[in-house]
């Protein structure tokens, strides 16, 4: 399963910017959907993630400011960013687990290519 991240970009302090990532493949169920990001230096944190069902959960350091959402019908998720602050610059990336095949079934996990999220002031 691939999953392809667009929408990265330089950004003001204050603006805002929206993350997608589609999925692709062999699939014949996505569980979990999420974005990462990863700074310079740092390790790879969690920013957001989605169930299938809908329910969310958010890093303290963007909840209100970030809102993630996705389609199940079209294997996509997207993350809308706004208020962005200069610590919110990192490299994101796109993550999804679930299952993959038709028949017989293997579980699979898999990570985008990252997009850079620049915000300065």
């Known amino acids: 399963v691939q999953l392809q991240a667009s929408g990265g970009g330089l950004v003001q302090v204050g603006g805002s910017l929206r993350l997608s990532c589609a999925a692709s493949?062999?699939?014949?169920?996505?569980?979990?959907m999420g974005w990462y990001r990863q700074a310079p230096g740092k390790q790879r944190e969690l920013v957001a993630v989605?169930?299938?069902?809908?329910?969310?959960t958010y890093a303290d350091s963007v909840k209100g400011r970030f809102t993630i959402s996705r389609d199940n019908a079209k294997n996509t998720v997207s993350l809308q960013m706004n208020s962005l602050k200069p610590d919110d610059t990192a490299v994101y990336y796109c993550n999804a687990d679930g299952l993959r095949g038709a028949g017989s079934y293997q579980p699979f996990g898999s990570w985008g290519q990252g997009t850079q999220v620049t915000v300065s002031s």
């Open positions: 989605i169930s299938r069902g809908g329910r969310t």
């Open positions: 493949g062999s699939i014949f169920i996505i569980n979990d």
